[in-house]
């Protein structure tokens, strides 16, 4: 028997997975720790698709874009927002795959914000009542801060009315 007859009779007793997947039964489920060491090499726009194929792989994405250290040699993607996007919408270009992908992100909306600072995929958000909101985009987690005043190193500035600028 030839090796191109053996394969043939592998692959007849051994369908492939995604064949499997496509007469309605299970793909294999790969645990949470393997799924985050795997996603834990991909670039953000790879991680979003991934993250999106099934439930148990969001929840692992989910966890890697929270808990885990980011990837040290991923290519940063540009962070925008843009009036045609919408107020609740916000860019993300991959300079990688020099592509475009549109984010929706959480209220308050995020053309009415300011961006304070960034760090390992967060953003500090500042929107027109000076409220603090720390930000992921990918996750669209948003942790509320406490005001500005009640930072010690911070002196606020007040209009005539008394009100903080």
């Given at each position: 028997?030839?090796?191109?007859?053996?394969?043939?009779?592998?692959?007849?007793?051994?369908?492939?997975?995604?064949?499997?997947?496509?007469?309605?039964?299970?793909?294999?489920?790969l645990p949470?720790?393997?799924?985050?060491?795997?996603?834990?090499?991909?670039?953000?726009?790879?991680?979003?698709?991934?993250?999106?194929?099934?439930?148990?792989?969001?929840?692992?994405?989910?966890?890697?874009?929270?808990?885990?250290?980011?990837?040290?040699?991923?290519?940063?993607?540009?962070l925008y927002?843009?009036?045609?996007?919408?107020?609740?919408?916000?860019?993300?270009?991959?300079?990688?795959?020099?592509?475009?992908?549109?984010?929706?992100?959480?209220?308050?909306?995020?053309?009415?914000?300011?961006?304070?600072?960034?760090?390992?995929?967060?953003?500090?958000?500042?929107?027109?009542?000076?409220?603090?909101?720390?930000?992921?985009?990918?996750?669209?987690?948003?942790?509320?801060?406490?005001?500005?005043?009640?930072?010690?190193?911070?002196?606020?500035?007040?209009?005539?009315?008394?009100?903080?600028?």
């Amino acid at each position: 028997m030839s090796m191109l007859q053996t394969f043939q009779l592998y692959e007849d007793a051994h369908p492939p997975l995604m064949e499997a997947a496509t007469d309605g039964t299970e793909l294999l489920e790969l645990p949470q720790e393997v799924l985050m060491d795997i996603f834990a090499h991909l670039d953000v726009p790879d991680l979003v698709r991934a993250g999106s194929v099934r439930s148990s792989q969001h929840a692992a994405y989910s966890s890697q874009c929270n808990t885990a250290p980011c990837r040290l040699k991923q290519t940063p993607c540009l962070l925008y927002t843009s009036q045609s996007a919408g107020a609740w919408a916000a860019g993300l270009y991959s300079l990688a795959e020099k592509k475009a992908y549109t984010l929706a992100l959480p209220d308050p909306p995020i053309r009415r914000r300011h961006v304070i600072s960034s760090s390992s995929g967060w953003i500090i958000t500042a929107d027109s009542w000076r409220k603090l909101h720390l930000v992921n985009p990918i996750t669209r987690e948003q942790i509320a801060l406490p005001s500005v005043t009640t930072i010690e190193q911070v002196k606020p500035i007040f209009n005539d009315a008394g009100v903080v600028q």
